[in-house]
């Protein structure tokens, strides 16, 4: 409701302006021959022609930084991915350690043992 109401403003405004601006003047296209239009017709026409040139500007902003998001999350995911493998492998390092350690208790205890059997 708002968006038909502003468009309704809009365009009296520029109903306005065109009856008020009627003169004709000469626009000339690289070195072609001169045109006659009113000047509202130049003045409007310039006006979408720089927003259709922000709306395109914008547009491409907006996938560029899509595209930048979109590979920051793929190298996120790949950083993730790379620290769940080094935490994987450092368990399996640990749990090395200490079946290590273990089987040198372990055996400590056997020649414990065995010394205190041959006394």
Not at 1 to 19: D, E, Q
Not at 21 to 30: C, L
Not at 92 to 114: D, F, I, P
């Amino acid at each position: 409701m708002f968006t038909l109401i502003f468009a309704i403003i809009v365009g009296m405004g520029i109903a306005f302006f065109a009856t008020q601006n009627t003169t004709y003047v000469p626009v000339n296209f690289f070195g072609y021959p001169s045109l006659e239009i009113p000047l509202y017709v130049v003045i409007v026409g310039s006006l979408f022609v720089g927003l259709a040139l922000a709306a395109i500007i914008s547009t491409v902003e907006s996938l560029s930084s899509s595209f930048t998001i979109y590979g920051k999350e793929k190298t996120i995911e790949r950083m993730r991915n790379k620290i769940e493998q080094l935490e994987i492998e450092l368990a399996n390092t640990r749990g090395e350690k200490r079946v290590a350690e273990e089987r040198t208790h372990q055996s400590g205890v056997l020649h414990n043992l065995q010394h205190k059997l041959h006394f």
